[in-house]
């Protein structure tokens, strides 16, 4: 069991949850760290541990209910989750469809991954976090509540996320609920959503870490933030 806070961060090989991972564990965190891809997983546990934190990495699909088990075992051991980000997501299909013509099967799997798993999580993690006062974050996006033509798969997964989220601030009085919108970041995925374009002048995730570092640090109240508004000004 250790003394130091513990934190999950979903979808940590690469982006934002990269950059927070290794965040948090420069700030004194243990934490556990997942993805699909084990080599890139194993990577970002590197440098995570270069900033001085104690980390485990678990590789593993978030929609797979034994990996979700595994995270949360692996925070017990440690003495229970203090703080839960739920970052791993999907876009869905890319090139971005309209809803006119987006496969079932593929809107299904974008709801499994985006809104049932980090659901599923928090709810196994619950009790320890009940416990330590923790946090749940969940990474949002302004498609949840902007009408952009070709999000509506992943714009609707992330407005459920973000009701879920409200829900669970309104039934979790002893814990921070928090859902952020990082804004337009240089990732993977947002490449994907419009492949083939130049997309070097969006920010590195690690240019909006300090908002979210703020936000637990402070212990801000419950509700929907965006990043950009938790920065300094100029930044």
């Known amino acids: 069991m250790t003394t130091e806070p513990v934190a999950i961060v979903t979808g940590a090989s690469r982006g934002l949850g990269r950059a927070l991972a290794s965040a948090l564990a420069g700030s004194g965190y ?23 934190g104690r980390v485990i990495a678990i590789a593993g699909d978030i929609g797979d209910p034994s990996h979700r088990a595994s995270l949360a075992a692996a925070a017990s051991g440690l003495g229970g989750a203090s703080l839960l980000v739920n970052n791993a997501g999907t876009l869905g299909v890319s090139p971005l ?21 980090p659901i599923a999580l928090t709810q196994l993690l619950l009790p320890d976090l009940r416990r330590r006062g923790g946090a749940v974050l969940n990474v949002t996006s302004d498609a ?55 997309i070097s002048d969006r920010q590195l995730p690690e240019a909006v870490t300090p908002a979210f570092l703020r936000l637990i640090t402070e212990r801000m109240p419950s509700g929907r ?11």
């Not at 243990?30 to 001085?52: F, K, M, N, P, T």
């Not at 309209?98 to 593929?106: E, H, I, K, V």
């Not at 609707?156 to 609920?177: D, G, P, T």
């Open 97 to 117: 469809p309209a809803l006119a013509d987006y496969p079932a099967d593929q809107l299904l799997a974008a709801l499994e991954v985006n809104v049932v798993a």
């Open 30 to 52: 243990h934490v556990i760290i997942d993805a699909r891809s084990g080599a890139a997983l194993a990577a970002a546990a590197d440098e995570a541990r270069a900033r001085g």
């Open 225 to 235: 933030y965006r990043a950009a508004d938790l920065l300094p000004a100029g930044v």
């Open 144 to 198: 949840a509540v902007e009408a952009y033509a070709g999000w509506g798969g992943y714009g609707a997964a992330k407005a459920a996320l973000e009701q879920a989220s409200n829900v669970l601030a309104a039934e979790e009085s002893a814990l921070r609920v928090w859902w952020v919108d990082p804004g337009d970041m240089r990732t993977q995925m947002h490449q994907d959503a419009f492949p083939g374009e130049d």
